[in-house]
C-alpha cells in the first residue's frame, strides 16, 4: 500500500453537476499531483500543489480547480460536468515537487451521466 | 504528435518468454525517465527509473538513448504475475518550469500459461 488514499471509489454525476473529489497524502509527502485516466489512455496531468500552492498545470479548463490543505491532503473540483469527463482520477504524493518518486492512490472512478 | 509514443499491443507471450517494449519522446528537454506498471483497474505503480547508461533490476532491463530519444524495456523469463499495462512515463522540462510526469497510453502484455 502507498498510504495516499482517494474517496469516494466510485461516483455517479450527471451532466452539469459538480463533483469534489479527496486525497489524503502520505505522511511526510508535501506535493500532491492529480491526473486523469480515460479508458485506454494514460494518466493525464492536471494540476500540482506544493505545499498549499499550485505550481504546475496540464492542459484542462478552469472547471477542474484544486485546493491543497495544511495537513497536505487535496480536493479536485469538476464545475459543470460533462459526458467526456468520466475516467479515473487519480492522486499522487510525493516527498518533493521533483516527481522523482510518485505514489498514487487508488482512484476514484467518476462516471457522467 | 503526441508528446510519448508507445505500442498499444497487446503483447501476448507464452511463459518463459523475453519480451521488449519500446517508447519515444518528442521533448529533448526531458530530465528523467521511468517505467510505470499498471494492473487492471489498479493506479500505477512506479517498476523502474531509467538511465543513459542502462539499468536492470532482476528480470527487468531499462535503457534510455537521450540522441534518438527511446526507451526500452526487456523482460526475460516473463511471468504469468507480469501480465499488467506497462506505462512509459517522462518527467517534464524544468526549463520552462512544467513539473510533471507525461506518461505514455501503455502497452498491454499478457503472459499466457
Known amino acids: 500500500e502507498t498510504g495516499v488514499t482517494q474517496s469516494p471509489t466510485h461516483l455517479i454525476k450527471t451532466r452539469g453537476q459538480q463533483v469534489t473529489l479527496r486525497c489524503s497524502s502520505q505522511?511526510?509527502?508535501?506535493?500532491v499531483s492529480w491526473y486523469q485516466q480515460a479508458l485506454g489512455q494514460g494518466p493525464q496531468f492536471i494540476f500540482q500543489?506544493?505545499?498549499?500552492?499550485?505550481?504546475g498545470r496540464g492542459n484542462f479548463p478552469p472547471r477542474f480547480s484544486g485546493l491543497q490543505f495544511p495537513n497536505y491532503s487535496s480536493e479536485l473540483n469538476v464545475n459543470a460536468l460533462e459526458l467526456d469527463d468520466s475516467a479515473l482520477y487519480l492522486c499522487?504524493?510525493?516527498?518533493?515537487?521533483?516527481?522523482?518518486?510518485?505514489?498514487f492512490g487508488s482512484g476514484t472512478q467518476l462516471s457522467v451521466l | 504528435r503526441k508528446e510519448v509514443e508507445q505500442d498499444p499491443g497487446p503483447f501476448n507471450v507464452p511463459e518463459g518468454a523475453t519480451v521488449a517494449f519500446n517508447c519515444t519522446y518528442s521533448n529533448s528537454a526531458s530530465q528523467s525517465f521511468f517505467w510505470y506498471r499498471q494492473d487492471c483497474r489498479k493506479e500505477p505503480k512506479l517498476l523502474m527509473s531509467?538511465?543513459?547508461s542502462g539499468n536492470e533490476d532482476g528480470r527487468f532491463t531499462a535503457q534510455l538513448n537521450r540522441a534518438s530519444q527511446y526507451i526500452s524495456l526487456l523482460i526475460r523469463d516473463s511471468k504469468l504475475s507480469d501480465s499488467a499495462t506497462y506505462l512509459c512515463?517522462?518527467?517534464?522540462?524544468?526549463?520552462?518550469?512544467?513539473?510533471?510526469?507525461?506518461f505514455g497510453s501503455g502497452t498491454r502484455l499478457q503472459v499466457q500459461p
Open positions: 500543489y506544493y505545499r498549499e500552492e499550485e505550481n
Open positions: 499522487a504524493s510525493s516527498p518533493d515537487s521533483t516527481n522523482e518518486k510518485l505514489f
Open positions: 531509467v538511465y543513459s
Open positions: 512515463v517522462v518527467n517534464g522540462d524544468w526549463d520552462t518550469g512544467r513539473r510533471a510526469l507525461t
Open positions: 505522511s511526510g509527502h508535501n506535493t
